[in-house]
């Protein structure tokens, strides 16, 4: 029974794996890793007892042995998933020293005080830098803004996210046939595009990307 198990919730698993390279929906990730985890909590739970095993864990028998899978796999997903997620964007805004600088389109911008021209979107939250306002003019600023804007819109941190996580997580992801830097490249053209059609031209966002590309190989 339990080998039946396994083999269905693994066939979930890749079907929802398989769906969230398609179409990219963050959500599908967890789904994947549930069904994909649940068959080692169910053989967990069914271990037998191994001389050389209780002799390590001191008379530690099957039981707790599965409780401490069951609780240790999930709490580790859990874990790893808050830090990654809700801790290191505020810990990187710290030590960005980003400060509330203003709203563009009900979004909340954050000035990182560099030098060095910097802009991206983390979850909900633009961050743009000193350097970056030095270096472009008022219109090439505000593609920029609209650039990032979009991926806030699409949520490709939280899809980025998403790829970093299954990767630790997911065997599956091993054998994915999708270039993730192709997938990064048409995220960053999407984004461009929709600056493109805000402004109704491309001179700015052209503009701004040939300045960023002369000021990095100075």
Known sequence: MILELTIISWIIAFTLFVAWRRNSDPYLVYAHLVFLISPV????????????LRRMLFGMCSMQTAELIMYLIPLAIIISFVTGYFVMPVVYKI???????????????????????LAFAIRNKIF???????????KEIESVLLHELCHV????S????????????????????????SKINKDEM????????MQKTSRYINSARNKLEIYSKL
């Open 41 to 52: 909590l169910l053989w967990a739970k069914s271990a037998t007892c191994q001389s050389f």
């Open 95 to 117: 030590r960005m020293n980003a400060k509330y600088f203003r709203n563009f389109k009900n979004v909340p911008v954050y000035l990182i005080d560099s030098a060095k021209p």
């Open 128 to 138: 743009i830098s000193v350097g970056m306002y030095e270096l472009l003019t008022k």
């Open 153 to 156: 819109k699409s949520k490709s």
């Open 158 to 181: 939280w899809q980025r996210f998403a790829d970093s996580f299954i990767k630790i997580w997911s065997p599956f992801s091993y054998f994915s046939l999708i270039d993730s830097e």
């Open 190 to 197: 999407r984004a461009d595009a929709y600056a493109i059609k």
